[in-house]
Structure formats: C-alpha cells, structure tokens
C-alpha cells in the first residue's frame, strides 16, 4: 500500500471537530451520511452539555500559538531517569505519549479535571493493586512549543475507526504467522461474526432503515454479544461515556463545563466502581452491563439522569456506531441467511469489524509477544507519518473530545521541557525539578506499560 492510500486511511480515522461548521455535500456514495450529520448536531444541540464539542479548554489550547502545558504521570521516575528515554505507548492515542491538559494560572498549574482524576485515584488505585507500595505516582509538566507551522485545527485519532488499518495491517505481516496459525486467526474471527449475526443484523436494521426494538431487547442482546465480539464492549463504553458527560447536570458537571472541560469522573467511576479490577488491567473487551444493572449506575452516579431515555439513546447511538464503524463505509449488509461465512467474503462488507478482531485476537494469540508488539509498531510508525505531515504535534482521542491528549514522538524539531512536579495544598502543580528526558520514537512493549506491569512507561494508556 503506497502512502497515499494509507493517507487516505490515517485521513478518514481522525475526526475533524472544526469542519462540522463548515457545511459540506451529503457524500451519496455513504448510506450514513445524513445520519451521520444528524447525529452531530443533536449530540451538540439536545443535551445540556452539548456546547463542549464545539468549544472546550483543549480545542482552545489545541488552536492557540505559543506553549502547550501538559500532564503526565508515572509510577517509575527513577528508571525512567536511569534510562534516560521516555518512550510512547500504544491505545486510544495509537503512539503517543499519554498525558492531560494543564493551565497555567500564574499560582501554579491547574489540572484538567481528567488530570486530576489520574493523578489521585487511578494511578494511586493501580499501584495499590500491583502490590507495589514503594512505587509513587509522579506528575511531569511537559511544556511544548509549538512552531509557527504546526496545525491549528482540531483532528483528533478515533480509535473505533481504525478496523480497516488494523486489517490492513495484518494483510502486510500476516506471514509472520504459520500456515496453521493463519487459518486458526481467520476461522476464529470469522466464526465470532457468524454466531453474533443477530445482534448485528438487528444493529443495521436501525441504522439504515430505522427499524424500531424495544431498547431492552437490544441491550441484551449487545450484552450477549460482547464476549464474543470484543470490540462492542469498547463501542459500548464508549456510547455510555458520551451519553454520561452530555447529559449529567451535577454540580461537579456543570462546575467543569463552566472551565470548559467534560466531566471525566462521571465515566471514570462508572468504570472502576462497576469494574474494581480495571485498576490493574484496563480491558473494555470485558465492559458489560445488563439493562438493570445499566438502571442501577445511572442512578448511583446522577440520580437526575432518566433511564428510559438513556437506554433508547444507547439503542440508536450504538447502532449507529456498529454500522458506521464496524462495517465497510458505503457497504449495506443485507439478507444475512445468504451470508458466506469466509473470511474474505466478509472482508467486503465487515472489513473493520474483521480488523478489530483480529487485533484483539492477537494479544492473546499463540505467539503474540512475538508478533503484537511489531503489529502495534507498524501501526504508530504509520500514524507518525500521517501526523508529520499534517503538522500534528499533540494528538487527541477524537471519539469525543474527554481530555485525552498525547504527544507525537516522531515530530521532527520537536520543542519541549519536562519538570518533575510537586502537588500544593490547594491542588495546584509546581515545576521542582527540570528533568533531561528524551521522548523516543518507539513503542513500549505492552507488558512494560502500568496498566499491564509495574515496570516504567506511559500509565495511562487509554483504551484500544
């Protein structure tokens, strides 16, 4: 594959927050299309918090000149400084140095509420549960110039949409593999699709034509699927999150939306209070919730929200992003009993669905310390690319603009200082001590990172 395609490729997987001012052509080639643009302007104008997609602190950092103040924390400062290489770790933000906004107030750093919520629970909480109490979470300050060229706009990575790269992706290395080993993936992959067609065919059916189901039904019916198709459990996550931080009208909500900020320990504590073991390993393949059990956290973490509206949004809104992100674009799967069940029949129409599983698949294949880590490499190497070209110098997750916010590794020139900080009384961070850390262009092993080992890296890898 030639660079313009994977152009096109790393392109259609970021979200361009700035164009959905811009009217543009209804693409007639895409079923979704108007469905598509639909869903951004109700998600923007039918929710309380709806004005954050549009207009945030980080969108306001992201398109300013000048400094860019961020955080990120480790549990391993010392080796770190022995090594002398802080390298990027794989997830949500693909190669980047994983980190949160910080604002500079002139009495200190003040953290992004996501910032906040990393640094005094769930880094501590993960040290806890690793068993290692002589490691301590540091916060670094990584102060980055940006250059006169650098991007502007606001192009964040989407996670959900790289199906298609993930399969693309192991179409190029799949010989690594044996024989053997190929057919095991494809067969496996394939027969997950097969058993899961339900669920699917009923997602497409509200998609594309609107069908309607009681939201009961479908929620379990997502329930029962997500063992098998690991990647809904992400989608779902996902949808919840979104639906959370639109719509909660707390106190603490309404406080962080007035900085500027979505409130990211709605959906933090969801994740961690309904799944303890997530501190030591973040796994959203495992994220499932039953209709009531869905009733009994919205009513634990904002007893304003309704459920009965809840469930019917996550009914379309994950519909939506099943067909937009987990089938072929412009395909409409149709008359699933006439189904060939081979992989690259699938491919057509399931393509990003299939490149989903298969990444999933391979953390936990035969051989995959062997083969994962160069898998996820390739893809970093492919998206630093991408971002080089643009100018992208600060990478954010642009499922939905949380907070997430990482640093490209490979951005020639790149213009920063790093600090070891220090927390006051009033919240605030401190710069102590300027460290002499490189950022080294290269993947971590994952069972280096903190959410899988207790050795030094990234500790906050966002979900993929």
């Known amino acids: 594959m030639d660079f313009l395609d994977a152009?096109?490729?790393?392109?259609?997987?970021?979200?361009?927050?700035?164009?959905?001012l811009i009217p543009s052509p209804v693409d007639n080639r895409d079923p979704l299309a108007e469905q598509t643009t639909a869903w951004e302007n109700r998600l923007v104008t039918e929710s309380p918090n709806g004005h954050l997609l549009r207009d945030n602190s980080l969108f306001r950092a992201l398109s300013g000149d000048g400094k860019l103040h961020l955080l990120h924390v480790t549990h391993a400062l010392e080796e770190i400084s022995d090594h002398g290489s802080l390298y990027p770790s794989g997830g949500c933000l693909v190669g980047s140095v994983y980190c949160a906004p910080l604002a500079s107030t002139g009495r200190g750093y003040r953290m992004h509420n996501l910032a906040e919520y990393i640094l005094t629970k769930e880094a501590p909480a993960f040290v806890a549960k690793a068993g290692a109490p002589k490691r301590v979470p540091t916060p670094l300050i990584f102060e980055i110039n940006l250059p006169p060229q650098a991007y502007r706009g606001l192009a964040g990575v989407d996670y959900l949409r790289l199906g298609s790269i993930h399969l693309q992706i192991y179409s190029r290395l799949?010989?690594?593999?044996?024989?053997a080993e190929r057919h095991q993936l494809r067969e496996t992959v394939v027969s997950r699709?097969?058993?899961?067609?339900?669920?699917?065919?009923?997602?497409?059916?509200?998609?594309y034509?609107?069908?309607?189901?009681?939201?009961?039904?479908?929620?379990r019916l997502l329930d029962e699927a997500i063992p098998r198709l690991p990647i809904l459990g992400y989608v779902y996550f996902e949808a919840l999150s979104e639906y959370l931080m639109l719509h909660s009208t707390t106190p603490q909500t309404r406080e962080r939306a007035e900085l500027g900020e979505f409130d990211n320990w709605l959906y933090k504590d969801m994740l961690f209070a309904t799944f303890p073991r997530m501190a030591g390993k973040f796994d959203l393949a495992k994220f499932r919730l039953s209709p009531d059990e869905l009733d009994t956290l919205l009513s634990r973490i904002d007893p304003g929200l309704d459920a009965v509206h809840a469930r019917a949004y996550l009914t379309e809104r994950v519909s939506h992003l099943v067909?937009?992100?987990?089938?072929?674009?412009?395909?409409?799967?149709?008359?699933?009993?006439?189904?060939r069940w081979e992989f690259d029949s699938l491919s057509t129409q399931l393509g990003p669905l299939l490149g989903h599983l298969i990444h999933r698949e391979l953390r936990t294949f035969g051989r995959y310390p062997d083969f994962y880590f160069y898998f996820d490499q390739h893809k970093a190497l492919q998206a630093w690319n991408y971002w080089n070209h643009m100018d992208i110098i600060a990478p954010f997750n642009g499922t939905?603009?949380?907070?997430?916010?990482?640093?490209?590794p490979a951005y020639p020139d790149l213009d920063y200082r790093v600090w070891r900080a220090e927390q006051d009384d009033s919240g605030r961070l401190h710069p102590a001590e300027e460290l002499?850390?490189?950022?080294?262009?290269?993947?971590?092993?994952?069972?280096?990172?903190?959410?899988?080992?207790?050795?030094?890296?990234?500790?906050t890898p966002a979900p993929a």
């Not at 152009?7 to 959905?20: G, L, M, N, V």
């Not at 799949?174 to 024989?179: R, V």
């Not at 067909?323 to 189904?339: D, I, K, S």
């Not at 939905?400 to 490209?408: S, Y």
């Open 7 to 20: 152009y096109e490729q790393w392109a259609d997987a970021h979200a361009f927050f700035d164009t959905t």
């Open 174 to 179: 799949e010989y690594l593999l044996s024989k």
């Open 193 to 207: 699709i097969k058993n899961s067609a339900a669920f699917l065919a009923l997602a497409a059916a509200i998609a």
């Open 209 to 219: 034509q609107g069908a309607t189901v009681q939201p009961d039904a479908f929620l």
């Open 323 to 339: 067909a937009a992100r987990l089938f072929t674009p412009g395909q409409v799967p149709e008359a699933w009993h006439h189904t």
């Open 400 to 408: 939905i603009p949380k907070g997430e916010i990482g640093i490209n």
């Open 436 to 459: 002499g850390l490189t950022i080294a262009p290269r993947l971590v092993d994952i069972k280096y990172t903190l959410m899988r080992n207790n050795q030094w890296s990234d500790p």
